[in-house]
């Protein structure tokens, strides 16, 4: 549950920022169009929900060796796009709403209302096709009513958070809110990594040096036999029996990643305004 809260939350909120963002512009231009942002954002949610009930019934019918195959490329998909989601973020926060308010002012200023209704639907899909692929990912370790209710719950808290935006809350730190829930993914995303080397070991794809570097199968509360354990193994990706091979792909995945990121995210250092040497006075003789 724990994982798709986070993919919920984190996708949710980027999708109610945005239409806050364009909401807010066209309702200071153009009150009477701002139905048409709604219409996109509808629009996209119901493109999302489709796809991620096709992608579920159409893995929902493999078994054996296709479905260990079809969940790894699954993974590694996911965790690539989870990793250029997280860095563009972290490098378009900042002009997100500039670019937003240019794309909606040109379509109110050709008058376009389908096109007003395209920057909502193109923004919020990408948002809503990207969360689709992640939560086929986490289904691997939860249970479908885990995951629905992770779901809501996070959608929840981001509607509310995207409320609080719209209505100009200085509460929300979206930069610590952004920081925080990216490392969090950069951690699920080296999981998601670790998972696909399994899933290809388990097919037969990959074989190993050592099956086991440690195993800890015995202690039932760190396994995915309870609920700790598989939040454990949906954010951290943690497995009480891990081959070698998932060992070092996390690491592998992990630290430079997790590096990257955490630079990527620093603040610019300001530079000192530069202080010349003091200027004196002109004197002034006397004629």
């Known amino acids: 549950?724990?994982?798709?809260?986070?993919?919920?939350?984190?996708?949710?909120?980027?999708?109610?920022?945005?239409?806050?963002?364009?909401?807010?512009?066209?309702?200071?231009?153009?009150?009477?169009?701002?139905?048409?942002?709604?219409?996109?954002?509808?629009?996209?949610?119901?493109?999302?929900?489709?796809?991620?009930?096709?992608?579920?019934?159409?893995?929902?019918?493999?078994?054996?060796?296709?479905?260990?195959?079809?969940?790894?490329?699954?993974?590694?998909?996911?965790?690539?796009?989870?990793?250029?989601?997280?860095?563009?973020?972290?490098?378009?926060?900042?002009?997100?709403?500039?670019?937003?308010?240019?794309?909606?002012?040109?379509?109110?200023?050709?008058?376009?209302?389908?096109?007003?209704?395209?920057?909502?639907?193109?923004?919020?899909?990408?948002?809503?096709l990207e969360t689709a692929l992640f939560l086929i990912s986490t289904t691997t370790v939860s249970n479908g009513t885990d995951v629905l209710i992770g779901i809501v719950l996070g959608l929840a808290v981001?509607?509310?958070?995207?409320?609080?935006?719209?209505?100009?809350?200085?509460?929300?730190?979206?930069?610590?809110?952004?920081?925080?829930?990216?490392?969090?993914i950069v951690l699920f995303a080296a999981g998601l990594a670790a998972k696909a080397v399994q899933f290809f070991q388990a097919a037969g794809d990959l074989g190993s040096v050592n099956w086991a570097v440690y195993d800890v199968t015995g202690i039932n509360w760190l396994t995915i036999n309870t609920q700790f354990g598989r939040f454990l193994a949906g954010i951290f990706g943690w497995d009480p029996r891990p081959s070698l091979e998932q060992v070092v792909v996390y690491l592998a995945f992990l630290l430079p990643v997790g590096a990257g990121y955490l630079r990527a995210t620093r603040r610019p250092k300001v530079a000192p305004p530069v202080q010349g040497p003091p200027?004196?006075?002109p004197q002034h003789t006397a004629a």
């Open 279 to 281: 200027v004196e006075a």
């Open 1 to 128: 549950m724990a994982e798709s809260f986070l993919i919920a939350l984190r996708e949710g909120f980027e999708a109610a920022l945005i239409v806050a963002i364009v909401l807010a512009f066209v309702q200071r231009r153009a009150r009477s169009e701002a139905k048409w942002v709604w219409i996109g954002t509808g629009a996209a949610l119901a493109l999302s929900a489709i796809a991620g009930l096709v992608l579920h019934f159409s893995i929902d019918g493999l078994e054996g060796v296709p479905r260990m195959r079809t969940f790894g490329i699954i993974c590694v998909a996911a965790a690539l796009l989870l990793t250029w989601m997280i860095f563009w973020m972290a490098k378009h926060a900042r002009h997100l709403r500039g670019e937003l308010e240019t794309r909606a002012d040109a379509a109110l200023t050709d008058g376009s209302s389908l096109a007003l209704a395209f920057v909502a639907f193109t923004a919020v899909a990408r948002e809503g």
């Open 158 to 184: 981001a509607v509310v958070l995207g409320v609080g935006i719209y209505h100009g809350s200085k509460r929300i730190d979206m930069r610590r809110f952004f920081m925080v829930t990216g490392v969090l």
